[in-house]
C-alpha cells in the first residue's frame, strides 16, 4: 500500500482525500518510481476541486508533474535508481500522477533529472516553470532580443509568470510584470520585474490597436488581457499564449496581425515533443537563478495539497508550490 490524493465520485458527488492505495491498483506502464517531490500547478487544483474536464476518468491520482527514484523498470532507458522527472503527457488527467508515493508510467515520458538538480528543485521549477521556459523560447525563435523593448508578462505573481520573469531577468531583457496583486510588486522587483502593471489596465475590452509598447509578451491570462497585450505589441513583436488563467475567449481582430505583422505564438507544454523538453529543461539549468526559486516556491506536504489547491483556484498562492510526497 502506498499513500496518495485519489479522486473520486462518490453518487455522483466529487471527493478528493488522501487514501492508502493498493500498489496492485497502478496503472500500466515500463517504469515505477517512488516520487519523492510533485507540484500543485493551476491544473492540478481543477483536477482536485472540479474534476472534469481536467480529470478524464476515476479515480484518479491528479498530480501532472513528479520527481523520484526509479525502483522497477522493464525500460532499456532506465534502470533502478536513476533519477527522473516527468511533466505532462496526460499524467493526473488519463493516467494516475505524481500526487502520491508511487507512480508507473511509460518510459518515453520521463525524463532524467538534468545535473544541476534535485527532485525538490526540479519540482519547484515542475510545469509552470518549465512552461515559462518554453515561452521564452519561443520569443526568442521569434528574434525577440532584450534591444528590441519591454517584455509584458501577466499573471505574474502566479507560477508560470514568476519563472517567466526570472529567466527574461536573467537574460537582459526589460520585464513588465501584469497583476492584480500590486501588494507583491516587491516580489516580482525581487524576482526582476523592472515595474508592475495593475491587472485593471488591460482586463477590460479594449480597442483593435493601442499604443505600441511591447516588443514580446508572455500570457497566461487569455481573453481581454490576451487581446489587449496583442493590440498594444510594437510591429513584428511576438505574444506567446500559454494560458487561461482570465479566460478561455480571445476577443480580438486581426489588426494586430495583419497591419503589425504581430505574431501569435501558442505554447503547450503537455504534448510537447521530447527534444523540445530536454532544451527547455537544459535552459532552465542555465538561465534561471536557483537562488529565486527559494522565494519563488513554498514547501508543502501531501497532507496540506487539498486544501492548498482551493487557494491556488482562488488566486491566493503566490509562485510555485512543491509538493514534499515521500
Ligand atoms: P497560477 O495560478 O500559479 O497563476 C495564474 C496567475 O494568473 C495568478 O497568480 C494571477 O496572477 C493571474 N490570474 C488569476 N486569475 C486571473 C483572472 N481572473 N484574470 C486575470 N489574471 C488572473 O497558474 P500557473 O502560472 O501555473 O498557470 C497559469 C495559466 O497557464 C493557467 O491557465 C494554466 O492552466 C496555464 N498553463 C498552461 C500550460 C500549457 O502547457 N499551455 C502549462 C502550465 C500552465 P496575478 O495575481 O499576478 O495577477
Redesign the pocket.
Known amino acids: 500500500m502506498f499513500k496518495g490524493i485519489l479522486i473520486d465520485k462518490i453518487d455522483g458527488a466529487l471527493n478528493a482525500q488522501i487514501s492508502d492505495i493498493d500498489e496492485a491498483a497502478l496503472p500500466e506502464g515500463d517504469v515505477t518510481v517512488a516520487v519523492e517531490y510533485s507540484t500543485l500547478?493551476?491544473?492540478d487544483?481543477?483536477a482536485i476541486n472540479r474534476g472534469a474536464p481536467v480529470v478524464r476518468s476515476f479515480p484518479m491520482v491528479p498530480g501532472i508533474d513528479l520527481a523520484g527514484t526509479v525502483t522497477e523498470s522493464s525500460n532499456p532507458d532506465y534502470a533502478v535508481g536513476d533519477k527522473v522527472l516527468l511533466n505532462?503527457w496526460g499524467v493526473g488527467e488519463g493516467h494516475w500522477g505524481g500526487l502520491a508515493e508511487k507512480a508507473r508510467l511509460k518510459g518515453e515520458w520521463l525524463v532524467p533529472l538534468p545535473e544541476s538538480f534535485d527532485s525538490k528543485t526540479a519540482m519547484a521549477i515542475g510545469?509552470?516553470g518549465y512552461?515559462a521556459m518554453?515561452c521564452v523560447m519561443a520569443l526568442e525563435r521569434q528574434g525577440v532580443k532584450p534591444e528590441d523593448g519591454e517584455i509584458l508578462v501577466?499573471?505574474?505573481?502566479?507560477?508560470?509568470?514568476?519563472v517567466a520573469i526570472a529567466v527574461l531577468a536573467k537574460l537582459g531583457y526589460t520585464v513588465i510584470?501584469?497583476?492584480?496583486?500590486p501588494e507583491?510588486k516587491e516580489y516580482l522587483q525581487s524576482l526582476g520585474a523592472k515595474d508592475i502593471l495593475p491587472?485593471e489596465e488591460m482586463?477590460e475590452p479594449g480597442r483593435p490597436l493601442a499604443r505600441e509598447r511591447w516588443a514580446g509578451v508572455v500570457d497566461?491570462?487569455?481573453?481581454h488581457?490576451l487581446a489587449n497585450a496583442c493590440a498594444s505589441t510594437k510591429y513584428g513583436g511576438t505574444v506567446t499564449a500559454?494560458?487561461?488563467?482570465?479566460?478561455m475567449d480571445l476577443p480580438s481582430t486581426v489588426a494586430p496581425f495583419i497591419l503589425r505583422g504581430v505574431t501569435l505564438a501558442g505554447?503547450?507544454?503537455?504534448m510537447?515533443p521530447r527534444a523540445l523538453r530536454l532544451e527547455a529543461w537544459r535552459r532552465l539549468g542555465e538561465d534561471l537563478d536557483p537562488a529565486l526559486l527559494g522565494s519563488i516556491a513554498e514547501e508543502i506536504s501531501l497532507s496540506q495539497a487539498i486544501e492548498a489547491s482551493a487557494r491556488?483556484l482562488d488566486?491566493k498562492?503566490?509562485?510555485?508550490v512543491v509538493v514534499k510526497v515521500s
Open positions: 500547478n493551476y491544473k487544483a481543477l505532462g510545469t509552470a512552461t518554453l501577466t499573471g505574474a505573481a502566479g507560477g508560470v509568470g514568476s510584470a501584469l497583476t492584480g496583486r507583491e491587472r482586463s497566461v491570462v487569455g481573453s488581457v500559454c494560458g487561461l488563467a482570465g479566460g505554447v503547450d507544454s503537455v510537447a491556488i488566486g498562492l503566490r509562485g510555485r
